[in-house]
C-alpha cells in the first residue's frame, strides 16, 4: 500500500485561506468514508483535526474542515493563524481493512 | 483522562529484534483498538507517519500492513492492559519513533497517542 499523495508543503498569510490535498486510489479514500487529517506541531505528537472526511472532534477549531472528491480528499484551513504552523497528514482506512498515511504537508505562516 | 504509556529508547544492532510496550490507563472505552505508528526522525515530513498495525486488546485479533507481515506481531497481556509490538530481522531503516494510539472502536480515528519510543538500529 503506497503512502497516500500530499504537497510537501504550502503556506499562507494570517487570515488567509489554504487547502491541503490528499490524493489516494479507489483502495482508499476512494472507496472510505474514513479519512482523518492529522496536526503534528514540531517534537509533539499527532493530533486529529478531522475525521470521516469532514467532521471535526470536540474541541477543534471551526476554522478547519474537510472533503472529498472521487479519489482526492482535501483539508482546509481558513482565516489562517501563527498556531497553525505545523505538519498535517492525511490518513485513510483501506479495502483491506489496513490504513494509510499521506506524505505529510508542512504548513508555513508567512 | 486515557494515558497511554511507553516503554523507553531502545538501541539495536541489525538483525536483531524489538519489542516495545504500550500500557493504557484511566478508563480507556470499553471497546477499543490500539494502533501502532512509527516516524523515522529527522524533518518531517520528509519522514512521515506509516501505519503499522493495529490489535483489538478484547479478541487479540490483529491487522498489520502487508510490507511489515512478515517481520511484525502484535501480542498483549491483558491482565496488565498492556499492548506491545515486536519487529524482528531490524535494519537501519527501521530506525524510528514507534507511537502506540487508541482508537475508540468503531470512530476510524487516532483519539490518544503514547509519547513515542525512539527506536535506533545501527551497528
Known amino acids: 500500500q503506497s503512502a497516500l499523495t500530499q504537497p510537501a508543503s504550502v503556506s499562507g498569510s494570517p487570515g488567509q485561506s489554504i487547502t491541503i490535498s490528499c490524493t489516494g486510489s479507489?483502495?482508499?479514500?476512494?472507496?472510505?468514508?474514513?479519512v482523518s487529517w492529522y496536526q503534528q506541531h514540531p517534537g509533539k505528537v499527532p493530533k486529529v483535526v478531522i475525521y470521516d472526511v469532514n467532521t471535526r472532534p470536540l474541541g477543534v477549531s471551526d476554522h478547519f474542515s474537510g472533503s472529498k472528491s472521487g479519489n482526492t480528499a482535501s483539508l482546509t484551513i481558513t482565516g489562517l493563524q501563527a498556531e497553525d504552523e505545523a505538519d498535517y497528514y492525511c490518513?485513510?482506512?483501506?479495502?483491506?481493512?489496513?490504513?494509510?498515511f499521506g506524505t505529510g504537508t508542512k504548513v508555513t505562516v508567512l | 483522562q486515557v494515558q497511554l504509556v511507553q516503554s523507553g529508547t531502545e538501541v539495536k544492532r541489525p538483525g536483531a529484534s524489538v519489542r516495545v510496550s504500550c500500557k493504557a490507563s484511566g478508563n480507556p472505552f470499553n471497546n477499543y483498538f490500539i494502533h501502532w505508528v512509527r516516524q523515522a526522525p529527522g524533518q518531517a515530513p520528509g519522514q512521515g507517519l506509516e501505519?503499522?498495525?493495529?490489535?483489538?486488546?478484547?479478541?487479540?485479533?490483529?491487522r498489520v500492513a502487508q510490507m511489515l507481515q512478515d517481520r511484525v506481531t502484535l501480542p498483549r497481556d491483558m491482565s496488565t492492559n498492556t499492548m506491545y509490538m515486536e519487529v524482528s530481522s531490524l535494519r537501519p531503516d527501521d530506525t524510528a519513533v514507534y507511537y502506540c494510539?487508541?482508537?475508540?472502536?468503531?470512530?476510524?480515528?487516532?483519539?490518544?497517542w503514547g509519547q513515542g519510543a525512539l527506536v535506533t538500529v545501527s551497528s
Open positions: 490518513k485513510s482506512y483501506t479495502v483491506t481493512k489496513t490504513y494509510v
Open positions: 494510539a487508541l482508537e475508540a472502536a468503531g470512530t476510524y480515528f487516532l483519539h490518544y
Open positions: 501505519w503499522i498495525g493495529t490489535i483489538n486488546p478484547n479478541t487479540g485479533t490483529t
Open positions: 479507489s483502495s482508499d479514500i476512494g472507496n472510505s468514508n474514513h
